[in-house]
C-alpha cells in the first residue's frame, strides 16, 4: 500500500494531477483547503491538498485464471477414480482464490463507483459516510445499474433522503420553552431573534404567538444590548439572568406567554466544567423545554462530530444549521447528522432578521449538493 499527497489551486486541479501521477488506481481518501507557495509567509495562494492509496499488491487471480483453468480441464480428461474428487478439489481452490482476490485488493470496482465516491468528497462527506455509501451501492445495485452514473447518483440522493430527518413541533402549549445551545460565534443570538420574529410577527405562514426571550449570555461583550436592540425593534421584551432563581422567576414572569425563547453562553465543546454549570442551569426550564443545538455549517465535520458528542449531555432535541450562505458543501453537515441521528428543525442562511432563517426541509438541504443536479432532480419535485 502506497500513500500519497498532492497538492492544487483547486480540487479538480488536484485530482487531475493524482490520475495523472498514479493512474486510475489512486484512490482519494480526504481533502482539504490550504495556502502554499509564496515566500517566508507573502503572496501565497489558496488551494487544495488531496490524501489517498494506491494498492500496489499484484493482483494474481486473474493472471493466474487461465492456468488454472487449463489444470482443471486436465484434470477432468485423466481416467482414474479419483478424478471427480480432484476436479472438486481444483473447483474449490479457484473458488478460495476468487474469494481472496476480492477481499485483498483484486476486486475492481465499476468506474461509477470511483465517480460518486470523489463527488461525495468533493461535498466534504465524512470519510465514514463515503465508505458506507459505496458500499451499499456495490451491495443492493445490479451491476446494470452500476454502469449508470445517473442510476448511481439517485440512489446515493434517496438514501440520504431517508437519512435526514426533520424536527416535529410539539403540541403548541402556553408557556412553551426552546433553549439554543451551542458553541461559540456560530449565531445563537441572531438565531433567537430570528426565531422571535418569526412567532412573534407571524411571518412565512406561522401564527402570531405572544414571545418573550431570556438570555444568560452575560459574558460576552454587546451581546445583552444585541438580543435587547432586537427586542425593542419587535415590541418583544427581553430578560437577562445571571442564577438559577433569576431564571426561575423569569420563567413563573412569562408562563402566559406562548412562547419563551432562552438564549446560552457560547460554550467550547471541550470546556467540561462550564458546561456542566450550564446545564445545572437549564435544569432549571423543566423536563418539557426543547433544546436545539446550533451549529455553524462552515464547522468541519471532525469538529461537528466533536460537537454533538460533548453537547450530548444536554439532551438536545434537533439542530438548527447556521450559515448556509457561507459554505457550498452541506456533506459535513449531512454526515453528522446522520450519524447521530439527529433531526433538523431550522435553517438560517444570512444576517438578516427576520428574512434569513426557515423550517427545515430535506429537498432545501440536498438541494445545495454540488454536482447531483441532472436526470435525478426528480427527487425535488
Not at 160 to 179: N, V
Not at 310 to 334: P, R
Not at 337 to 345: D, F, K, M, N, Y
Request: glycine letters at 8%; charged letters at 30%; proline letters at 2%.
Amino acid at each position: 500500500m502506497e500513500y500519497f499527497k498532492e497538492q492544487g489551486t483547486s480540487y479538480m486541479e488536484a485530482v487531475t494531477k493524482v490520475k495523472t501521477i498514479y493512474g486510475e488506481s489512486a484512490k482519494i481518501l480526504n481533502h482539504r483547503s490550504i495556502r502554499y507557495g509564496g515566500f517566508l509567509g507573502m503572496f501565497s495562494k489558496e488551494g487544495v491538498e488531496v490524501e489517498g492509496y494506491i494498492n500496489t499488491e499484484p493482483v494474481s487471480v486473474k493472471n493466474n485464471f487461465d492456468a488454472e483453468k487449463k489444470k482443471l480441464i486436465a484434470a477432468a480428461g485423466v481416467k482414474r477414480d479419483d478424478t471427480l474428487t480432484r476436479v472438486l478439489d481444483m473447483v474449490k481452490s479457484i473458488d478460495e482464490k476468487i474469494e481472496s482476490g476480492a477481499g485483498g485488493g483484486g476486486h475492481t470496482d465499476p468506474e461509477t463507483i470511483e465517480k460518486i465516491e470523489e463527488l461525495l468528497i468533493l461535498n466534504d462527506f465524512s470519510y465514514k459516510l463515503v465508505k458506507s455509501t459505496c458500499a451499499r451501492l456495490r451491495s443492493e445495485l445490479s451491476l446494470e445499474q452500476l454502469g449508470d452514473f445517473e442510476v448511481v447518483k439517485q440512489k446515493t440522493l434517496e438514501w440520504m433522503a431517508e437519512s435526514l430527518k426533520i424536527y416535529t413541533d410539539t403540541p403548541e402549549r402556553k408557556g412553551k420553552i426552546i433553549i439554543l445551545v451551542g458553541p461559540t460565534g456560530v449565531g445563537k443570538t441572531t438565531t433567537i431573534a430570528k426565531l422571535a420574529a418569526l412567532n412573534g410577527l407571524g411571518i412565512k405562514g406561522e401564527a402570531p404567538k405572544s414571545v418573550r426571550m431570556i438570555t444568560i449570555d452575560n459574558y460576552r461583550i454587546g451581546a445583552k444590548g444585541q438580543i435587547q436592540t432586537y427586542g425593542d425593534l419587535m415590541n418583544i421584551p427581553v430578560s437577562c439572568v445571571e442564577s438559577v432563581d433569576e431564571l426561575r422567576n423569569k420563567l413563573l414572569l412569562y408562563q402566559e406567554a406562548d412562547l419563551i425563547l432562552v438564549d446560552t453562553m457560547g460554550r467550547s465543546p471541550r470546556d467540561y466544567q462550564n458546561l456542566a454549570q450550564m446545564r445545572e442551569l437549564l435544569d432549571t426550564c423543566g423536563k418539557d423545554a426543547e433544546i436545539f443545538l446550533t451549529v455553524s455549517s462552515t464547522t468541519k465535520a471532525g469538529d461537528l462530530n466533536e460537537i454533538f458528542e460533548e453537547f450530548s449531555s444536554f439532551g438536545y432535541d434537533a439542530a438548527v444549521l447556521t450559515k448556509l450562505d457561507e459554505t457550498q458543501k452541506l456533506g459535513n453537515v449531512i454526515s453528522v447528522l446522520t450519524e447521530h441521528s439527529t433531526p433538523v428543525a431550522y435553517v438560517t442562511d444570512g444576517q438578516g432578521v427576520p428574512q434569513d432563517i426557515e423550517r427545515a426541509e430535506v429537498d432545501n438541504l440536498l438541494r445545495r449538493l454540488e454536482g447531483f443536479r441532472t436526470r435525478e432532480s426528480a427527487i425535488f419535485q
